[in-house]
């Protein structure tokens, strides 16, 4: 597999030949590493020139499906440390399709620019009249209409946010997929690089026509027929808001409670019924998971003219910009969820900030002299307009919360009410330890990293903390084989090892189940070397009283115990790699 | 490479509002020329100028007169029974003047220049997840 190097300080760029890197360490997170050890200075300051972005995808792309995300790995601006995010649309199959396992990009342009890269040329592109174009979803249509490949690429891009470099910027891609935690988008914007296109047109010889016909199938079937998708088949992740408020887990007004009054009318069900427009597909993913509302806006001042925009959802937009916020309504929800995308903020980073910000209001930690606008829950008005602000930055205030939760708490106070674990916001789940303790040892900070929420459904009862530090730990080491394969994590019930071993076979590579799991387990150690190389501390792991004080489906949460689970897993996990 | 198929069938399009871009057919066609990726493809899943717009697919139309065959030098192209063409691609030079002639613009550039297009075997109609497409007798 090769990788491609493009230098945007020397706007130069090479390819070189990498099948050692991709042999050993399978692709996506397990190359990802390996290319940031290589290429960058792990001291460096996310936002400057020596900060470096790896995208990487794996050995299935293009070739099964559903292998259909990209793995972005970068120094976060959020967190000061390891950045790393995953997103779907045309990415993967497009880097695949033009030829390469990784694209690294380096260094810092001079002026604004956008790259094409079309099979084995890349093109460095005037960006300065667009760069200044807020909305994302523009900027994406200008770059469209302006580049070829038509059909066979993707476009990647930033906002507002990215551009004023919101340490939560996302870079969005194919309209409604994002890069979206952890800052890649102030990365780009600190890089003066205001989109990525990649065309890809190619494909390579299969070794084994036959078996690999059947291995296709049978993915194929699994994906369509089984239960391991159903979820996703029909009202999409939004299928959570229901049962998650009747277990006490739905974060609720900065996780004040974990029920919401109004859940039922932002359900999945509620927008299924009412809104629900149109779905779409990442490229090779028979589910079309992505769903689409339709909503329909009265013009301000004309009778009788209409807009009509379409809005992803997904539940962690529903959760950070819903019932986080308290709102209640589902144009409410729809509207905030809009604005976001165009900015192209991280949802969960910004309903987050703007619930701790409400609070701080609310306790009079600040004034409305802060936030301009009076922020309350529920009030949808106040909120689009305190994003607007976000992005803006138009006094201290706003400049604050555009570096994160983290760093408002610590200028502000109301730390015990900031929901950020390893400095990123929290993800939209309350429901017992197994779920705080996944988000702060977690290698992303990130709910998907090991699942807690979901273990903490299936436990009966509470057991040892060092049992559910290891059982988190086993988790996240198979799901580094799955983002190293790029398989997109909701189809992990149809990638089981014996499958992805069998799919391996018939691309000509020999390997078990056995010895996939010893590669996650080695890619889950060299990323968390690599993460305490970049300065990773477990003992700054900051605690919000919050989550100890709002009842969630295990009852209370004590604090002794989650202490006592950080402290097995850094003996056990993080002291051997120091 | 000689691909000779006279069943009178064709590939179509039974509900274009329901595609989803997923491309699972443009992976198939590649697939039955032994191939992993997009380069050997004949159809073509696009949005609409955006995904907020939808997505639909583009491919050849089975043209009972095709412009494509008339402008070939070669004969590398030459009208199908049932409507569109056979290509032999031993025969093409890869001046692409098809790619120009087929209005909708259905042949696609391979990598090594010579066109990509679909020869109404049926393979991808297999493939789509969601009823969009279907292989059907047409009158030759
Ligand atoms: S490729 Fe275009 S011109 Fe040729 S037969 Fe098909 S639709 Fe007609
Ligand atoms: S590119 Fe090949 S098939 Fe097309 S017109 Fe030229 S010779 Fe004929
Ligand atoms: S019908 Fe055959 S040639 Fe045409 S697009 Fe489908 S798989 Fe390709
Ligand atoms: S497989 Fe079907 S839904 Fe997917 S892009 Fe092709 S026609 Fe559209």
């Known amino acids: ?578 | 490479m000689i691909i000779i198929i006279d069943m009178p069938k064709r590939l179509v399009i039974k509900d274009i509002e329901k595609c989803v871009g997923c491309g699972l057919c443009m992976f198939a066609c590649s697939r039955r020329h032994g191939e992993i990726g997009n380069d050997y493809s004949g159809i073509l899943p696009v949005s609409l100028s955006g995904f907020e717009r939808g997505a639909t697919v583009i491919f050849c139309r089975a043209c009972k007169e095709p412009p494509c065959a008339q402008v070939c030098p070669t004969n590398a192209l030459t009208p199908r029974k049932g409507g569109g063409v056979v290509y032999r691609e031993d025969l093409c030079i890869g001046c692409k003047n098809c790619m120009e002639a087929c209005t909708i613009g259905a042949i696609f550039e391979r990598r090594n220049g010579k066109p990509a297009l679909c020869i109404h075997c049926g393979y991808c109609a297999n493939y789509c997840p969601h009823g969009v497409l279907g292989f059907e007798e047409v009158e030759a």
């Open chain 1, 1 to 578: 597999m090769k990788v491609l190097k493009i230098d945007l300080s020397k706007y130069r760029y090479e390819v070189e030949d990498r099948k050692d890197l991709f042999e050993e360490w399978i692709g996506g997170t397990g190359v990802a590493v390996q290319l940031l050890k290589e290429e960058m200075d792990l001291r460096a300051d996310p936002l400057s020139e020596e900060n470096v972005i790896v995208f990487a995808i794996g050995p299935f792309t293009s070739a099964y499906p559903l292998a259909s995300k990209t793995v972005a790995m970068f120094k976060s601006p959020l967190t000061g440390n390891l950045g790393e995010s995953h997103a779907g649309g045309r990415t993967a199959t497009a880097i695949a399709n033009a030829g390469y396992g990784a694209i690294v990009i380096k260094g810092k342009s001079k002026k604004p620019i956008y790259i094409v890269v079309h099979n084995d040329k890349v093109y460095f592109r005037d960006a300065r009249v667009i760069w200044n174009i807020a909305d994302s979803l523009i900027v994406g249509r200008i770059i469209a209409e302006r580049e070829s490949g038509r059909g066979i690429r993707t476009v990647m891009r930033i906002g507002g946010a990215g551009n004023k470099l919101v340490r939560y910027a996302c870079v969005t891609t194919e309209t409604y997929r994002h890069f979206g935690r952890l800052g890649l988008g102030a990365v780009f914007g600190s890089k003066n690089l205001k989109g990525l296109v990649v065309i890809g047109r190619g494909s390579r010889k299969i070794p084994d026509r036959h078996k690999y016909k059947e291995v296709y199938e049978k993915i194929l079937k699994l994906a369509l027929e089984s239960d391991a998708m159903k979820k996703y088949h029909l009202l999409g992740t939004a299928v959570n808001v229901n049962p998650l408020n009747q277990l006490k887990a739905l974060p609720t007004k900065n996780l004040k409670a974990t029920r919401f009054e109004k859940a039922e009318e932002i359900s999945g069900e509620a927008l299924a019924e009412h809104n629900l427009g149109r779905r779409v597909a990442c490229s090779h993913c028979p589910i079309a998971c992505i769903h689409i509302a339709a909503l329909r806006i009265p013009y301000e001042t004309e009778p009788y003219f209409y807009k009509t925009i379409m809005i992803s959802y997904d539940y962690e937009l529903i959760y950070a910009l819903g019932s986080m916020l308290g709102i209640g309504s589902r144009d409410g929800l729809l509207k905030l969820i809009h604005k976001v995308e165009v900015y192209g903020l991280d949802a969960m980073s910004t309903g987050v900030c703007l619930a701790w910000a409400t609070e701080a209001l609310e306790r009079g930690l600040i004034t409305e002299k802060e936030t301009i606008v009076k922020l309350s829950f529920g009030d949808v008005d106040a909120y689009l307009k305190a994003i607007d602000y976000i992005v803006k930055q138009p006094n201290e205030f706003y400049r604050v919360l555009a570096q994160g939760v983290e760093k408002a708490s610590e200028v502000y106070g109301g730390k015990e009410f900031a929901l950020a674990f390893g400095k990123n916001e929290m993800p939209g789940y309350h429901v017992g330890y197994a779920t705080h303790i996944g988000y702060l040892i977690g290698l992303r900070h990130s709910h998907l990293d090991n699942a807690g929420y979901s273990l903490d459904q299936k436990l009966k009862e509470i057991p040892k903390p060092q049992e559910i530090v290891d059982r988190l730990v086993k988790e996240e080491e198979w799901r580094q084989v799955l983002s190293s394969l790029v398989v997109c994590f909701f189809a992990r019930g149809v990638y089981k090892p014996e499958i992805v071993a069998e799919a391996f076979e018939a691309l000509g590579y020999e390997t078990s189940p056995e010895e996939l799991k010893m590669k996650g387990e080695k890619i889950y150690r060299e990323k968390l070397r690599l993460k305490i190389k970049m300065g990773f501390d477990p003992d700054s792991l900051r605690l919000p009283k919050r989550i100890f004080e709002t009842e969630c489906f295990h009852g209370k949460l004590k604090e002794e115990y989650v202490k006592e689970a950080l402290r097995y897993w850094k003996e056990r996990y993080v002291l051997p790699l120091v």
